[in-house]
């Protein structure tokens, strides 16, 4: 008798950006993610349905969008297992360490799964960084001294500036 894995598969629509969460039982006891990878479930047309009827359409409105089978049009953000540990991801990151990599492909999906959760707790300490309030000072950049100092948001750059600087320091 075969145990059921649960997963939870984010799927995105690389044309309006949208993703949607599908819900997956796998036939394993392991967390293979072959048939996301490389089976049918890598290709569009298997893709689409995952993705619509989590949007809750019915088979006849899916089957009415006519989608052919590419491998483009939609992308796996994440597939996390019950444990909540990511085991695959198809973002540019782990494309480029799959295909340029000299590595076997269980390695790429460890390296890929590792590097999914690493970037998810950048991701948190950058956005923890750029909601905290900084001090600045009186008026126009010090310029007006009568409203006095003041506390306010990070600007764009300065939150880019320092995901650039944990991002290279990892």
Known sequence: MTDWVRHTVLIKNN???EVVEHIDDYGDKDDDVFIWEEGN????????LYFYRAKGL????????????TGD????????N????????????????????????????????????QLHG??????????TKVERPAGYWGQ????????????????????RKIMMEK
């Open 144 to 163: 007006w001294k009568g409203y006095g100092d003041s506390m306010g948001d990070k600007t764009g750059p300065e939150c880019a500036a320092y995901i």
């Open 82 to 117: 019950a444990a909540g540990k990511i085991i695959y991801s198809e973002t540019c990151e782990f494309t480029i360490v799959r295909h340029r990599g000299g590595v076997s492909k269980a390695d790429s999906k460890m390296d890929m799964a590792d590097k999914a959760e």
């Open 15 to 17: 044309l309006t950006g």
């Open 122 to 131: 950048l991701l948190l300490n950058a956005a923890a960084y750029c909601d």
């Open 41 to 48: 479930n890598s290709c569009d047309c298997n893709r689409i």
């Open 58 to 69: 019915s088979e006849d409105e899916i089957d009415e969008m006519d989608v052919h089978c």
């Open 73 to 80: 049009m939609f992308s796996v953000v994440s597939i996390t």
